[in-house]
């Protein structure tokens, strides 16, 4: 089965497309030749992973899912949240967003934080919503050198390890992306029962 992953990032297509198997193909924006970069103007995560299905689903006609991910820092009222990509300004990468986040958490006591994802699927017309979360503590200085993002910064309650430690099998079996596809997986295996 086909279905249009509603990215550019590479890395993402492999994670997901490992979790679900060898039951789905899953499209690419490039497999199907959308350039552009696609619209994302909500404030919140599941308005912006919407968004993002939903222009795939009428242009191009295809059934397709989007998803969208913060890290939500309790002391940080939340935040970087649906700003994580740039939280450190527009051109900024990982290290400079990392170094922001252990700037502001700098003597502050609790570090606990959630990366939550959603993932919003245009399925025959119809519009479905999964919700992933995996909660954990932002730990003093970067460590490990898998994954992407704020991996290195984030260690997962009842691990000490960061998930830039974790081998990416086992990241994706407990992150927040993971825990989203496997509902989004489900769903969709119950449709071609
Ligand atoms: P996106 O919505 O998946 O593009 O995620 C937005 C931003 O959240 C990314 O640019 C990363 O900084 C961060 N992020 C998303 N997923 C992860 C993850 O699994 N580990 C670490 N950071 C992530």
Redesign the pocket.
């Known amino acids: 089965m086909q279905l249009v992953f509603a ?1 550019h ?1 590479r890395h ?1 297509l492999d ?1 997901v497309q490992s979790i679900l198997g060898t039951d789905f193909k899953l499209l690419s924006l490039s497999d199907i030749h959308c350039v552009e970069d696609i619209p994302e103007t909500s404030d919140t ?1 599941e308005g ?1 992973a919407l968004e993002k299905a939903r222009y795939v689903h009428a242009k191009y006609g295809l059934d397709c899912f989007a ?5 939500e820092i309790k002391s940080l009222n939340n935040r ?1 949240g649906v700003y ?4 450190a300004g527009e051109s900024c990468n ?1 290290d400079d ?1 990392m170094n922001k986040v252990l700037q502001e958490l700098q003597g502050v006591s609790d570090r606990s934080a959630r ?1 939550r ?1 959603l993932v919003a699927l245009i399925w025959k017309g119809k519009e479905h919503i999964f919700e992933g979360i995996i909660e954990g503590n932002i730990i003093s200085s970067k460590k490990g050198g898998e ?5 290195p910064i ?1 260690q997962p309650n009842t691990y000490d390890i960061t ?1 830039a430690e974790m081998e990416m099998s086992e ?1 994706n079996r407990i ?3 993971g825990l989203a596809t496997a509902k989004l997986v489900d769903f969709l295996k119950k449709q071609i029962l």
């Open positions: 990215t990032n993402k994670e995560l912006n998803d969208d991910t913060g890290l970087p994580s990509a740039r939280y990982f967003n990366f994802t994954g992407f993002g704020y991996d984030f998930f990241k992150s927040h992306r």
